[in-house]
C-alpha cells in the first residue's frame, strides 16, 4: 500500500519523510489531499511544524481539520515537529502591544492549552518530536504498519470508569466517548435510549465527533449481537 503525500508538500519534513521512506521500502505517491497531508489506508497525518501549530491555534483553522480528519479517517494523527521556543517566531505577525515577556507566555500557554484539549476532547493522536527527521521516523514507521492486519489485544481486566453516573459511565466504555463527551451527549438528548435513536449525522455534527465515532456509538447502542471494539 502507497503512503499518499499532498502534492503540495515541499517542506523539509516531506523531505525526510521521502528518505526515510525509502529506506523502510515504503511506497509513496504524490497526489492532491483535501483533508491531511499524509494518507495511507484508512490512517490520516496532519503534519505542522510548532510555528505553524501555534498559528492554526491562534486563527482557529486546526479544529475545523481535525473535525474533517475524524469524519473521513479511522485513525488520525497530528504531527509536530520543533519546539515550543520556536514557535515563538510567530509574535512576530501578532500585532499588538503586549509586552514581550507577557506574549511568550500567552502563547506558551495557548500552545500546551491547546495540547492537552486535543489529547482529552479529540480522537487524535499526537505525534510531537523537536527534531523534524525524528517526527518524520514516526511517521514512516507507523505507515510501514498501518496496512498490516493485528489482532487487537484485549485487556484481561475491563476497565474501570466510576463517575457516579452510571449513564456516563456506560458511554463512556465506547471507544472515542470520554466522560465529557458523554455527559455532552446526554445533555443534547436527554437519555441513552434516546442517543440510540438517533443517527449518526445527528451526533457527528456535534463539536469533537466525528463519524467515526459517532458511527462506533450508534452501533454500539442498536446491536443486537456482540460488539467488539
Not at 511568550?104 to 484539549?117: D, E, S, V
Request: charged share 30%; with cysteine; net charge positive.
Amino acid at each position: 500500500m502507497e503512503l499518499i503525500i499532498d502534492d503540495r508538500e515541499r517542506s523539509n519534513f516531506y523531505k525526510c519523510v521521502v528518505d526515510r521512506a525509502a529506506k523502510f521500502n515504503v511506497p509513496i505517491k504524490n497526489q492532491r489531499i483535501e483533508v491531511g497531508d499524509y494518507v495511507i489506508g484508512k490512517v490520516c497525518f496532519e503534519v505542522k511544524s510548532s510555528t505553524d501549530f501555534l498559528a492554526s491555534v491562534i486563527n482557529k483553522r486546526i479544529w475545523t481539520q481535525l473535525d474533517n480528519m475524524d469524519r473521513c479517517f479511522e485513525k488520525n494523527f497530528l504531527v509536530i515537529h520543533g519546539t515550543v521556543d520556536e514557535a515563538m517566531d510567530y509574535m512576530d505577525y501578532v500585532n499588538d502591544r503586549t509586552p514581550r515577556k507577557a506574549k511568550i507566555q500567552i502563547l506558551t500557554n495557548k500552545f500546551h492549552g491547546a495540547i492537552g484539549r486535543i489529547r482529552l476532547d479529540y480522537d487524535v493522536e499526537i505525534i510531537w518530536a523537536p527534531k523534524c527527521r525524528d517526527a518524520a521516523n514516526q511517521l514512516v514507521t507507523l505507515a510501514k504498519m498501518a496496512p498490516v492486519e493485528r489482532s487487537v489485544i484485549t485487556p484481561s481486566i475491563p476497565r474501570r470508569i466510576a463517575t457516579g453516573d452510571l449513564r456516563v459511565d456506560m458511554l463512556s466504555l465506547v471507544k472515542g466517548v470520554s466522560a465529557k463527551k458523554a455527559k455532552q451527549l446526554l445533555k443534547e438528548f436527554g437519555s441513552i435510549m434516546e442517543i440510540g435513536e438517533h443517527d449518526i449525522n445527528s451526533i457527528s455534527k456535534m463539536e469533537g465527533f466525528g463519524n467515526v465515532v459517532a458511527n462506533r456509538l450508534i452501533t454500539a447502542l442498536n446491536a443486537e449481537q456482540e460488539v467488539k471494539q
